[in-house]
């Protein structure tokens, strides 16, 4: 996660700007300059790090002079320039938050120049798309882990829904995210389920996730992983008629991870189907009138792979059941990160 930059290091900074060089520029003896630059990878998310601060102390005649610095941007990047070449050696700090997270020494090129510093190993946000309707958007949840989504696709408008799934490929989109509010189209007849549809689509995102692709399905949407994925999910009632499992009480789940508040009538699922791994359960009682069905177990977080991709069930409204806790299970856990 992001970490407000020092303030002291913003203060040095701001004092000693580009500008003060202009109006004050070094003696011909030291004009021999050079710009470094590099990227910086969080080394707890693996994710390229924004605004980490990057500064360096510029020495002349052995007595400072200035601090310069800048702030990595959106994919990690950052550049110092009009450096001493003069120096000769240089520390070049990051800082994140109020941790210093890199120092690299650095030996100024005698002529000046550029210097460009190795790029660690790191990875690239995902490329998300999202499938949501207007009573459900799971879009603030992924920002909260600082994976943006790179498309939506209104649930809500079935020629989209249609002209997304033609032109979905591993190539463009790395994961597929289904909010809670996609029931509204992604149920009996939707351009998926409805049998005289279902071959070409149902193939189009079979084929997505069998190419290396996530699909994650939300609570409703459940239908979907039902229609493509049959033997995955066991759930309540008759798993062939349309919102049957849609039963689950408005209450308050206790987790291995802490509460997690749920809305009524979410997806409850009784079992799993082989080599599918569910990551969070929790004891739930289905009230049906005067019948009370306990469900020991029942699974709330699973996940299975489907050819060189990967399926995964989240029993609830990622937007409206909000846990810390729990979300922190779900994200990065099971959001991949495509290798930069």
């Known amino acids: 996660m992001k970490q407000r930059p020092n303030l002291w290091l913003v203060a040095a900074l701001s004092a000693c700007g580009p500008a003060d060089r202009e109006t004050a520029p070094r003696d011909a003896a030291t004009s021999a300059e050079f710009t470094v630059s590099g990227r910086t990878c969080d080394a707890m998310t693996e994710l390229w790090l924004e605004g980490a601060l990057v500064y360096t102390q510029v020495m002349i005649d052995g007595a400072f002079d200035e601090t310069v610095g800048t702030v990595t941007d959106g994919e990690g990047r950052w550049t110092l ?50 499938v949501t309707a207007t009573w459900a958007d799971p879009r603030a949840v992924l920002q909260v882990y600082e994976i943006p989504a790179s498309a939506l696709i209104d649930g809500a408008s079935l020629p989209a829904l249609d002209a997304w799934l033609s032109a979905l490929t591993i190539t463009e989109t790395d994961v597929v995210v289904m909010g809670a509010g996609a029931l509204d189209v ?48 066991d759930l309540f009632g008759d798993d062939a008629e349309p919102g049957v499992a849609a039963v689950g009480p408005a209450t308050t789940l206790i987790t291995s991870e802490g509460p997690l ?69 779900v994200f990065p856990t099971v959001m991949p990160h495509k290798q930069g």
């Not at 941790?99 to 946000?125: K, M």
């Not at 007849?189 to 084929?207: E, K």
Request: hydrophobic share 50%.
């Open 186 to 233: 992604f149920g009996p007849s939707s351009p998926i389920v409805d049998p005289s549809t279902a071959a070409g689509n149902a193939a189009r995102l079979r084929g997505f996730v069998e190419a290396g692709g996530t699909l994650v399905v939300t609570d409703g949407t459940y239908q979907v992983v039902e229609a493509l994925w049959p033997d995955q999910l």
């Open 261 to 329: 508040p749920m809305a009524a009538g979410w997806p409850v699922v009784v079992a799993t189907g082989a080599g599918a791994t569910t990551l969070l359960a929790a004891e739930v009682t289905v009230d049906q009138g005067l019948v009370q069905t306990p469900v020991p177990g029942a699974a709330l977080l699973v996940t299975f792979a489907a050819g060189g991709g990967r399926v995964v069930f989240i029993a609830w409204e990622l937007d409206a059941a909000w846990s810390e806790a729990v979300s922190d299970l």
């Open 81 to 130: 320039d009009r450096l001493p070449a003069s120096q000769g050696m240089f520390d070049v700090i990051v800082v994140n938050g109020y941790d210093i997270v890199e120092t690299h020494s650095v030996l100024s090129p005698a002529d000046g120049g550029e210097l460009v510093l190795r790029e660690p190993a790191c990875f690239d946000p995902p490329k998300v798309d999202v």
